[in-house]
């Protein structure tokens, strides 16, 4: 690929970040600064990932938390590999016990969709596999935050009042994230102690006492005091997954993602239908951004029908990226949007994003998520472990392969992402948070990236469009208002402006292995940023 033209042409102005012996990215600072601290000992980019993990779940909770699910791509230095380390439902949990408990959907809120969290697990895999330092000493940083507090930024603090109107009648919640009975503001200091004792014994016990030991019996106690389903063998028989990612091409480079239970292929699915189309030398046309809808909104019906936990599915995943099915797919697209797209029938057989980069040509994209902001509001009291509401993530239609049960792992929107040349050279960990943006954010930055030359930061800058699931388009501010009007011509119903949180967020480091640099960028809809060194 020839040189980036950097400068970016949009607002935040900011220059991409440029270093040669190692790089941290993600949405919070002081994160960042914990993934460096990792660095400069000596540790690789999964120490390093890891030590970043942690501390996102200290100082944006808002988002992600010790109750998380988590999932990753690692580059060795030889080969990728991928890692999905999301938890299952619990064994008690039945369609008709949701149905049983007034609900006609899956509820967001509360116990029903608490599913075991898979992060921890994650973390001990990605440790034993590939790290260099030991497990304790990557919490380190994670705990002096907690214990010490950290300085609550401005868009953490809007996101946190968010969840004191959604939970701030739960007591356990009030009383570890509400101090003072009230969401910190942009500037102040929280501390959670007991969070930090809760690290402490996670890095202490390589995971065990979050599965095995004394805060899974807390984290049963206080399903069993509310009426919760999660019980102790569910923990203890968590286990992560190691997977072999899928990939799609595109003039001569591969981005890959992970398989389902997570919605990577929708990102893939859409690449595949898009390659052989001529999208047009503007960045922001309306003909452009009607075929990258058209191609999302295929790609989309196609998950929602089929993606679910792998070991229930019908339809494998590389089914739907199968070059004669692509093309049946693609038919479906024209210059207008067509009504008629639904999930097509191949054959059977809030959220944190970070990457790392180390010395010796390491890479990491790695994602991790509590969903819907503090997850379901469930907090285990004297632990600080929030827990998330991956199981909203089910349907209660019956004989779907999503269907809510037992055991299985739900349809999932955390997806990171990687991208290498053809012939398998390593060269950008990316990623964009933001539940159904997720895959449409990868598309996206990955266009601007190959087709357009623009640099990692500018890449991020770029107004997006977001595809909403009744249909209609969300076009960020920044759009111009000639592509606006032709995508109405083009039938498509336009939303309104969704504000800051609607179109993503998201981190990029590229690998220039000809000048041995590494080139970053971090997204201005966040708090965070790139550093190296």
């Not at 990612?245 to 990102?267: C, H, I, K």
């Not at 609607?502 to 790139?530: H, T």
Request: net charge negative; glycine share 12%; aromatic share 8%.
């Amino acid at each position: 690929m020839q040189p980036f033209d950097y400068g970016s042409p949009f607002p935040s102005r900011r220059s991409p970040v440029m270093a040669r012996h190692g790089m941290v990215a993600t949405s919070h600072p002081l994160a960042v600064a914990a993934g460096l601290e990792v660095l400069r000992e000596g540790g690789n980019a999964v120490d390093a990932a890891i030590a970043t993990a942690a501390a996102l779940t200290v100082v944006e909770p808002t988002s992600n938390g010790l109750g998380s699910d988590a999932f990753a791509l690692v580059w060795d230095g030889t080969r990728l590999h991928g890692l999905n380390a999301s938890g299952r439902s619990p064994r008690r949990l039945t369609a008709q016990l949701v149905r049983e408990a007034g609900f006609s959907v899956m509820p967001i809120d509360g116990w029903l969709p608490v599913t075991v969290p898979g992060a921890v697990s994650g973390w001990v895999a990605l440790s034993r596999r590939f790290g260099r330092l030991s497990f304790r000493r990557l919490f380190q940083p994670a705990i002096r935050f907690a214990e010490e507090g950290h300085p609550v930024p401005p868009l953490t603090a809007r996101a946190w009042q968010f969840a004191e109107r959604r939970f701030g009648a739960r007591e356990d919640f009030r009383a570890a994230f509400l101090p003072g009975g009230r969401a910190p503001r942009a500037g102040e200091l929280f501390r959670l102690p007991e969070q930090a004792e809760t690290l402490r014994s996670i890095g202490e016990s390589e995971g065990e006492a979050f599965y095995r030991g004394e805060l899974a019996s807390r984290m049963v106690a206080h399903a069993e005091a509310q009426g919760g389903l999660l019980a102790q063998e569910d923990l203890a028989d968590h286990e992560p997954e190691w997977v072999e990612p899928l990939g799609m091409s595109r003039r001569g480079y591969r981005l890959w993602e992970l398989p389902p239970n997570g919605q990577g292929v929708v990102a893939l699915e859409a690449l595949g239908l898009l390659d052989p189309l001529d999208l047009g030398s503007e960045l922001l046309a309306g003909r452009r951004l009607h075929l990258l809808v058209e191609a999302l909104r295929a790609a989309f019906a196609d998950a929602y029908a089929h993606v679910a936990d792998p070991t229930v599915t019908r339809v494998p995943a590389s089914r739907l990226l199968e070059a004669g099915y692509l093309d049946e797919r693609r038919r479906l697209l024209g210059e207008h949007r067509n009504p008629q797209i639904a999930s097509g029938r191949p054959g059977t057989g809030d959220t944190v994003y970070l990457c790392t980069a180390d010395a010796e040509g390491r890479m990491v994209s790695f994602i991790q998520s509590n969903y819907m902001g503090f997850g379901s509001g469930v907090v285990v009291p004297g632990t600080g472990i929030a827990l998330q509401n991956r199981g909203a993530g089910f349907t209660l239609e019956e004989g779907h392969p999503n269907q809510v049960g037992p055991g299985k792992r739900p349809f999932h929107t955390i997806i990171p992402a990687f991208l290498s040349t053809e012939a398998g050279e390593p060269l950008a960990a990316l990623g964009v948070m933001g539940g159904d943006m997720q895959p449409q954010g990868h598309l996206q930055v990955l266009l601007s990236l190959l087709d357009h030359r623009l640099d990692p930061q500018a890449a991020l800058d770029a107004p997006r469009v977001h595809l909403l699931p009744d249909g209609r388009v969300a076009l960020e501010p920044g759009i111009p208002a000639e592509a606006r009007e032709d995508l109405a011509r083009r039938g498509h119903t336009l939303a309104a402006d969704m504000g800051l949180f609607g179109f993503g967020g998201g981190q990029i480091i590229w690998r220039d292995a000809g000048q041995g640099v590494y080139i970053a960028g971090s997204d201005p809809r966040k708090d965070g940023l790139a550093m190296g060194f």
